[in-house]
């Protein structure tokens, strides 16, 4: 009901429906009080004039009260009048009824039973049966309903301040007509409710936070209707508010004495609608209010002057007094004390197709025939509520064939309407020069990248600090570690790109679309000025690399080629490994996480085209690697390309097409070496200053023959040889890599032989898995937390091991006498879960407190 009691304005917030005899002095006007003091408006007969019709004025305050409390005591029946007024609350189906059980038990009014039924079969005797029948049908119904029983309560003055409260909840939770419109409405205010708990007479600030353009202002305004009248004084502050004081002294500084009196004289002037105050010292404002209750609502905030101008400390006002500061930014908000903080956040994608449906139809559901396109188009629009509400204007009264002409032209987001990238840009116009520069990265290249990678990366700036400005600006969000932005904002960034150069692309610091990157590879006129490309090779036919296209590229930080569904074959086999090597509990948010993570990067035709191949996600039912034709990717190299940037620090190739990295590549700044599936048979010769490099994933390069030398890759802390079919040896250099947290082996089924140690500290996950010619038990760290070595042929196994960490252990081997496990001990003082679990199979685990999944086959 509270939904379609928002279509009106109420004149009252309450109409109480009550036996006057059994309640008027004592339980009622102890109610009407409660109500007063919380600034709640009850309709009170006593305001009938005398010589007025009673009923008809009864009628009408009916009607015009937002909430109905029905107050069922033990004569209430005996009187028509009240059963009237009920009747004729039920029959108004906008209204929100709380009954209240006074004396009276809830089974007797519901089923008119007992002494209650016995007055209302009294009362009934002068009726027809059908008014009858209709009292009783009102009776039940609101009997039926979720209310308040005094014989639940010890303290009648407790139950009345908690139905008071119970009014004042679901009357936060109702809006005007006004905002009728705003899909998804009724979520934010209660959520706003929550935070605000107005039932405490502390003072607190609240704060709504959230990208531009996604609605604050809306639901500031609807919680500032929704709460004025509770409020002694109250006032919404915008930022034209703001704007006039600092205009006046433009040639101030941002902390001018005067300038801070004239916004303090200007606030205290309107709240207390007094024209021309004059203060001379800033404690006036809090003189003036402290025993006063305040709504105080600032909108749009930019400036924290502003904040601790006119809001300083909560003691500055009364009990019971709220304060909500609505921004963009964050840091306004901890900076200031706030930690109430609610987040906006995008809609999802039902509320998303209800606003373009309210923009474009005026109404919450799609026309017959519109469905799919509405769908298509939300998809398109990226959820962004102030582009949904300009899309949909523009697409009203539009025919079906319209709408689907538009989607090619959505493609390109932003550029059908320049007000969403100009309320977008608030926030990046905002940043400074070294924070809009990791924007514009992060938008280019470095989008669902984990935050570990990036601050690598861009080891000389000052990461940490540029990407918490970010998050606090709504500009991007960090979730599980990676780096996320909203694709509106992506385009956004990608826009500014693109116009330092429109005409020449090679002059632009970043080049990700594929025509561009397509002219600067084929026609080489890359500058210095080149710093990234990121290049998916599903949207392009042929590109025909020139052998100079790198060359005149001498700034080159970033490369990166992505061979789209490569990406999501990955994606899905990492899934299945994370998920069937994890626990029964963990495995379904383990993989969720990891789809939605990935999604998150997907334009909506990339996204119908995975759906279109198999979504298979949601039961694990993976579809094998042959499945899928990586043959191809469009993109050619000639065999005279011999150049790579030694300024390169990311470098990601899927299906390199070389048998060896150029001659005179020098990899020493690498920080992200990631050939997946490459034609490889070895990457340099010798050894090399690789301290920057912390990441080498080669998996499935199955020419691979060795290993280059990584003795002084210091820094390094994950290897994947996943699927390299061709390496025989691990070399001995790995003894060396004392930061290395993950050694991926498995499937490398030519590896025979092993470095005689590398107990290395930190490695923490080791997989040999599928490693068939493998006869050598590892001698690994003792810190090991996941160790796999399911499919090897493992002859002998030591006969203590002492893993400490051990949280996940798979071994197995296809012809087994189990002669190997004879005698073989797990074990260290954490090792209890599956103590003696195996003993009957020769091998035992003890003491593993850790331990949550391990796997034996034999």
């Known amino acids: 009901m509270a939904s379609s009691s928002s279509s009106r304005n109420w004149l009252y917030d309450v109409f109480l429906s009550f036996r006057?005899?059994?309640?008027?002095?004592?339980?009622?006007?102890?109610?009407?009080?409660?109500?007063?003091?919380?600034?709640?408006?009850?309709?009170?007969?006593?305001?009938?004039?005398?010589?007025?019709?009673?009923?008809?004025?009864?009628?009408?305050?009916?009607?015009?009260?937002?909430?109905?409390?029905?107050?069922?005591?033990?004569?209430?029946?005996?009187?028509?009048?009240?059963?009237?007024?009920?009747?004729?609350?039920?029959?108004?189906?906008?209204?929100?009824?709380?009954?209240?059980?006074?004396?009276?038990?809830?089974?007797?009014?519901?089923?008119?039973i007992g002494d209650f039924g016995r007055i209302f079969e009294k009362t009934c005797k002068r009726q027809t049966e059908e008014v009858k029948n209709q009292w009783k049908k009102a009776l039940t119904l609101v009997a039926n309903m979720l209310g308040f029983d005094s014989a639940k309560w010890d303290d009648e003055a407790k139950m009345i301040e908690e139905i008071a409260n119970d009014v004042l909840r679901k009357l936060l939770l109702t809006t005007s007509k006004d905002f009728d419109d705003f899909v998804g409405?009724?979520?934010h205010i209660a959520n706003m409710s929550a935070l605000l708990d107005l039932e405490s007479k502390e003072v607190k600030m609240v704060g709504i936070w959230g990208s531009s353009g996604i609605g604050k202002t809306t639901i500031a305004r609807a919680l500032f209707n929704n709460l004025f009248r509770h409020f002694q004084v109250r006032k919404f502050i915008d930022r034209s508010f703001a704007y006039k004081s600092r205009e006046i002294h433009s040639s101030a500084n941002p902390d001018d004495h005067n300038m801070k009196l004239h916004l303090q004289e200007s606030f205290l002037s309107e709240i207390l609608r007094m024209p021309n105050i004059k203060i001379d010292d800033p404690t006036a404002l809090e003189e003036r209010l402290k025993y006063q209750k305040v709504l105080i609502i600032i909108d749009d905030l930019d400036d924290i002057m502003v904040l601790d101008t006119l809001v300083g400390q909560t003691q500055w006002f009364g009990y019971g007094s709220r304060i909500i500061v609505v921004t963009n930014d964050k840091h306004f908000l901890t900076a200031h004390g706030i930690d109430h903080i609610y987040e906006v956040s995008f809609p999802t994608d039902v509320h998303a197709c209800q606003m373009l449906c309210q923009s474009a139809f005026k109404q919450n559901y799609a026309p017959e025939g519109f469905g799919d396109l509405v769908v298509d188009v939300v998809r398109h629009a990226c959820s962004f509520p102030l582009g949904l509400n300009l899309l949909g204007?523009?697409?009203?009264?539009?025919?079906?064939?319209?709408?689907?002409?538009?989607?090619?032209?959505?493609?390109?987001?932003?550029?059908l309407d320049g007000k969403i990238e100009k309320i977008l840009r608030i926030s990046y116009d905002g940043l400074d020069s070294e924070d809009q520069e990791i924007f514009r990265h992060i938008a280019c290249i470095f989008i669902h990248m984990k935050v570990t990678t990036i601050k690598s990366l861009l080891a000389e700036s000052d990461v940490s600090f540029a990407l918490e400005n970010l998050a606090d600006k709504s500009l991007i969000h960090v979730r599980q570690g990676y780096v996320v932005m909203h694709r509106s904002l992506q385009e956004m960034g990608r826009k500014i790109v693109r116009i330092q150069s429109i005409d020449n692309p090679g002059e632009r610091e970043f080049l990700v679309d594929p025509n561009d990157i397509h002219d600067v590879l084929n026609a080489c006129t890359g500058t210095q000025k080149v710093l990234g490309i990121s290049l998916n090779t599903r949207n392009i036919v042929e590109l025909d690399v020139h052998e100079s296209a790198i060359k005149g590229m001498s700034n080159l930080r970033f490369l990166e080629i992505k061979d789209f569904i490569s990406q999501w074959k990955k994606a899905l086999i990492d899934v299945s490994k994370i998920a069937f090597d994890s626990t029964e509990w963990n495995r379904g948010l383990i993989t969720q996480n990891y789809v939605n993570l990935l999604l998150l990067s997907t334009t909506?035709?990339?996204?119908?085209?995975?759906?279109?191949?198999?979504?298979?996600?949601?039961?694990?039912?993976?579809?094998?690697?042959?499945?899928?034709?990586?043959?191809?990717?469009?993109?050619?190299?000639?065999?005279?390309?011999?150049?790579?940037?030694?300024?390169?620090?990311?470098?990601?190739?899927?299906?390199?097409?070389?048998?060896?990295?150029?001659?005179?590549?020098?990899?020493?700044?690498?920080?992200?070496?990631?050939?997946?599936?490459?034609?490889l048979y070895k990457l340099w010769e010798g050894v090399v200053p690789l301290t920057c490099l912390?990441?080498?994933?080669?998996?499935?390069?199955?020419?691979?023959?060795?290993?280059?030398?990584?003795?002084?890759?210091?820094?390094?802390e994950t290897l994947n040889f996943e699927n390299c079919k061709s390496l025989v040896e691990l070399p001995s250099f790995i003894r060396n890599l004392n930061k290395l947290l993950k050694l991926n082996m498995a499937f490398c089924n030519s590896l025979e032989t092993l470095p005689t140690g590398f107990n290395l500290k930190s490695l923490d996950r080791l997989s040999f898995s599928e490693c068939t010619k493998l006869k050598t038990f590892p001698k690994f760290s003792t810190n090991i937390s996941v160790l796999n070595l399911f499919g090897t042929n493992i002859e002998e196994y030591p006969s203590h091991l002492h893993l400490e960490n051990l949280v996940e252990f798979s071994i197995s081997k296809e012809e087994s006498n189990m002669i190997q496990w004879e005698g073989a001990k797990v074990s260290s003082s954490k090792l209890n879960i599956?103590?003696?679990?195996?003993?009957?199979?020769?091998?035992?685990?003890?003491?593993?407190?850790?331990?949550?999944?391990?796997?034996?086959?034999?």
């Open 185 to 187: 409405l009724e979520d």
């Open 834 to 858: 599956l103590s003696k679990l195996f003993y009957y199979h020769c091998l035992y685990l003890n003491y593993c407190r850790r331990l949550k999944f391990c796997t034996l086959v034999y």
């Open 20 to 112: 006057g005899g059994d309640v008027r002095v004592t339980f009622r006007s102890h109610f009407l009080k409660e109500f007063d003091r919380k600034l709640i408006t009850a309709f009170r007969d006593n305001e009938i004039e005398r010589s007025h019709s009673l009923w008809p004025d009864l009628e009408q305050a009916i009607k015009d009260s937002r909430i109905a409390v029905v107050v069922f005591s033990k004569n209430y029946a005996s009187s028509s009048w009240c059963l009237n007024e009920l009747l004729e609350i039920v029959n108004c189906n906008d209204k929100i009824i709380i009954p209240v059980f006074y004396g009276v038990d809830p089974s007797q009014v519901r089923y008119q």
């Open 604 to 679: 909506p035709k990339e996204y119908e085209e995975l759906v279109g191949i198999e979504d298979h996600t949601a039961e694990m039912s993976l579809p094998a690697t042959k499945s899928f034709d990586f043959e191809d990717d469009g993109l050619h190299l000639p065999a005279s390309f011999d150049y790579l940037p030694p300024t390169l620090k990311l470098l990601c190739w899927p299906k390199f097409p070389m048998r060896c990295m150029p001659y005179d590549f020098c990899p020493e700044n690498l920080v992200k070496l990631e050939m997946r599936e490459s034609k």
């Open 694 to 716: 912390k990441e080498m994933d080669l998996d499935g390069s199955v020419n691979l023959k060795e290993i280059p030398d990584l003795s002084m890759a210091t820094n390094l």
């Open 393 to 415: 204007k523009y697409l009203r009264g539009r025919n079906e064939e319209y709408w689907m002409d538009i989607l090619p032209r959505l493609e390109n987001g932003l550029r």
